[in-house]
């Protein structure tokens, strides 16, 4: 069922219980009070009831007027004898026996039947005489036409206005929604290759508008995805495309005949290479992938920083020896934090090689690791060149190399700092890079409130 129908519906129905009560009020005050006055007025006919023993009687029970109705009065004996009554009454008591009697013990106001319409009758003892009754009666015919012309005014007043209102609440509904509708056929057309720049957000400043502006900027946020998405399968097929052109090439030389033992051995070894580069790619993809969707692994435990980072250090000695370049560790020996140390090696070998690479003969490259406050940072600086202006911004993205860096053909395929990055963001924390004034390139981890308590 469509919600513009729902609504008049449910608007229909609470309308018309809310009106029904109040007409139910309406009616049963009008008629309590209705009632008040006849019975006040029966009293007052009860109370000349001693008029009517004079054979004259000097009051009618009749009250002047066209339209007012017809009292009736009778004075009634102790044997239950009409001894009076005013000019209508008849000489039968308008009460049965056993009302009578009742009435002799206490005052008596009863509605009851009588020739076939409604009847109120008041009875009291008559004053003086004991046992004797002064009966009053009124016809309440024209107080039921009063009660059930109201009543039928109102329930067909009631009726035009539930309609009415369950009318204008479709109606209302309806436009209300026709945005709705509108949104609903722009995002039904919109197909996952090609997400439009944006649904029309309605001018009406309301929640409807609100709507239409959180779906832009979802299909914002979808589409800057989906770009990502589509270049980073780009970048990830031009990057394994070279390896496995490399591959191929050694093992079609090698399956060439007549090669020696040498260059069979020196192609093997080419191409083992070439596989562990791939294998290297298709590692850092899955971490980051992994790290995309919040899932990779960090165990983090109580590490030692110093020593984390002096066995880092040891572990880069050969080649460092080689490249001519020293490693000082900077970090209070008693340095403690919460951390994964294979991920937090992980990233600080990444940061150490590219230190290595960029580091002129001579210079040396600082690992340091401090507490602030309760975050720990940890930072790796060299005396190269440091990055390129205008790539700084872009240093963490992922295959993305200046392009110095690609034509020289050398590091890996621009995963690496993107890779530090997704470790940072994995232990709650984040990763940034500055050049130095003096020269050199600083990269530092953020890991907060990682600092363990003694
Ligand atoms: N310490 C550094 N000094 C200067 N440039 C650097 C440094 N570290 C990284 N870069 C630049 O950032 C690029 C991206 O680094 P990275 O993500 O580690 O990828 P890769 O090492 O595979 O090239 C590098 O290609 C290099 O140009
Ligand atoms: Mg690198």
Not at 25 to 49: C, E, K, R, T, W
Not at 186 to 197: F, G, H, N, Q, Y
Not at 226 to 248: C, G, K, W, Y
Request: glycine share 6%; aromatic share 4%; charged share 20%.
């Amino acid at each position: 069922m469509s919600i513009r129908l729902r609504l008049a519906i449910v608007f229909a129905i609470a309308s018309a219980i809310l009106l029904a009560v109040g007409g139910w009020l309406f009616v049963s005050v009008l008629s309590s009070s209705l009632m008040n006055s006849i019975d006040s007025q029966l009293a007052v006919q009860a109370g000349h009831g001693s008029s009517y023993l004079t054979s004259n009687p000097t009051i009618s029970a009749t009250t002047s007027g066209t339209n007012a109705p017809e009292y009736v009065v009778q004075v009634i004996d102790g044997a239950n004898r009409v001894r009076a009554s005013s000019a209508e009454a008849g000489n039968q008591p308008i009460l049965l026996p056993a009302v009578l009697g009742q009435a002799r013990a206490h005052e008596v106001l009863i509605t009851q039947k009588h020739d076939g319409e409604d009847q109120r009758v008041l009875a009291q003892p008559f004053p003086g005489r004991s046992s004797w009754l002064v009966l009053a009666g009124v016809s309440l015919e024209s107080f039921d036409t009063t009660i059930s012309r109201v009543t039928r005014e109102l329930a067909f007043g009631c009726t035009l206005f539930v309609l009415v209102a369950a009318l204008g609440a479709f109606v209302l509904a309806r436009s209300a929604l026709r945005p709705v509708e509108r949104l609903r056929r722009e995002v039904a057309t919109l197909s996952e290759r090609t997400i439009p720049e944006a649904v029309g957000v309605p001018r009406t400043h309301d929640e409807i508008a609100d709507l239409a502006t959180t779906m832009n900027k979802l299909l914002m946020r979808l589409r800057s995805s989906l770009e990502r998405e589509r270049s980073l399968i780009a970048d990830a097929s031009h990057e394994l495309r070279t390896p496995f052109a490399v591959l191929r090439g050694e093992l079609e030389l090698a399956q060439r005949p007549g090669r020696s033992r040498e260059e069979l051995l020196r192609a093997v070894t080419a191409a083992a290479e070439e596989a562990a580069r791939l294998n290297r790619i298709a590692d850092d993809l899955l971490l980051l992938s992994r790290g995309d969707q919040g899932q990779l692994p960090v165990h983090p435990e109580v590490t030692n920083v110093h020593q984390l980072l002096t066995k880092i250090a040891h572990h880069a000695e050969g080649r460092l020896q080689a490249a001519g370049i020293s490693l000082r560790v900077d970090a209070p020996s008693s340095l403690s934090a919460m951390l994964d140390p294979d991920r937090i090696r992980q990233a600080i070998d990444n940061l150490v090689d590219n230190a290595l690479r960029f580091s002129p003969i001579g210079c040396d490259i600082t690992l340091a690791a401090r507490a602030h406050d309760k975050d720990l940072e940890l930072e790796v600086a060299d005396h190269g060149p440091g990055f390129p202006a205008d790539f700084l911004p872009h240093v963490f993205e992922r295959f993305r190399r200046p392009d110095s860096s690609r034509s020289r053909n050398e590091g890996g395929a621009g995963l690496g700092l993107a890779i530090v990055m997704t470790i940072a963001v994995a232990h709650g924390g984040t990763a940034t890079a500055v050049n130095r004034p003096e020269g050199g390139a600083i990269v530092r981890l953020v890991l907060p409130n990682a600092i363990a308590q003694a």
